[in-house]
């Protein structure tokens, strides 16, 4: 085990499957000499060569087309959008076309493409560079997604998500990409669709995932000193969803708080909510579901503004005392 940043195990689980395999090859803006927008490709155009790390021009509807494309042929393209929120480009690409094409032709073809982008705000990028944007992919049939929170998660999440035959949205949330944790030297995956407990608590469960994940632990072991016990449910895959994790941490607890960065209003954590409430679990619960996340406004470019916007161990503490 050594400890390496979350930025480092996303390259390194790209450059592990790219030696494993000669069909996975690496494309988008400024992945190349510069190493990426943030940093996480590093190196990557020395070992693999221009015709594997292929810079791309600035047009999102050409080179996801493309990616699309090359899947469909036997490639096993990783497309990387340096903001998620550029899927406002090339959404026809995805919705449309990489998500429908296996189902149109009746399981003919495969589209294994991972779409990497980095997510969500907290650096000050302002409206158009800082959204969370998850609930828009996982309203569409055919798309997975995954958002995982630890560079542990990331590495294992990201080679499986590469080996699968379905496109894969994979969020990486930018304030998580210096974070540093233990990952082993050898190789593993993490199977997608599987939840992880990353605080096992009794009195309340907060499902989380992302970036809040830590401020959500955080927040739990302040409470802990106070003799409150929460668990702290990491979702890491969002399409499939662990539904089953989900509910029986909602039958032990009996009390629920979902926090997510995204816009609360419709946003992923009303289909949790939704889960639970349809399940017989809801009549085991003792307060009604609570559910922290963004305001409803376009991100500010200022700091202390933008802060204000998005979830604080404040308002999520707020949130579990009033559920117990």
Request: aromatic content about 8%; charged content about 25%.
């Amino acid at each position: 085990m050594r400890e390496i940043t979350y930025a480092e195990a996303v390259r390194e689980a790209m450059c592990e499957e790219m030696r494993r395999d000669e069909n996975v090859f690496f494309m988008g803006e400024d992945i190349g000499v510069y190493g990426g927008a943030f940093g996480v490709s590093e190196g990557m155009l020395r070992e693999f060569g221009a015709e594997r790390v292929r810079e791309t021009p600035i047009s999102e509807t050409a080179f996801v087309g493309a990616g699309v494309g090359a899947a469909l042929m036997g490639m096993r393209p990783i497309v990387e959008l340096m903001f998620s929120d550029f899927i406002s480009v090339c959404i026809d690409q995805i919705i449309n076309q990489a998500a429908k094409l296996r189902f149109l032709l009746g399981g003919a073809v495969s589209v294994p493409l991972v779409l990497r982008a980095a997510a969500g705000g907290g650096t000050g990028a302002a409206a158009q560079h800082s959204q969370s944007l998850e609930s828009l992919y996982t309203n569409i049939p055919g798309l997975k997604v995954v958002a995982p929170s630890t560079p542990y998660d990331a590495k294992g999440l990201l080679k499986s998500a590469i080996r699968d035959n379905n496109p894969v949205i994979f969020l990486e949330q930018k304030k998580l990409y210096r974070v540093k944790d233990w990952v082993p030297e050898e190789a593993y995956t993490i199977p997608l669709g599987r939840a992880d407990v990353k605080r096992a608590g009794e009195d309340v469960s907060v499902i989380t995932y992302g970036r809040m994940v830590r401020m959500c632990l955080d927040t739990a072991a302040k409470l802990a000193s106070e003799g409150i016990s929460a668990e702290v449910i990491d979702l890491r895959s969002l399409l499939p969803l662990d539904a089953d994790a989900i509910l029986r941490s909602v039958r032990k607890t009996r009390r629920v708080v979902i926090v997510h960065e995204a816009v609360t209003f419709s946003g992923f954590g009303a289909e949790i909510a939704a889960r639970i409430a349809t399940d017989e679990a809801l009549f085991c619960l003792k307060a009604p579901i609570k559910r922290v996340g963004a305001y409803s406004c376009p991100i500010p470019f200022s700091p202390m503004l933008e802060e204000s916007v998005f979830p604080t161990p404040d308002r999520i503490e707020a949130a579990i005392r009033e559920t117990l």
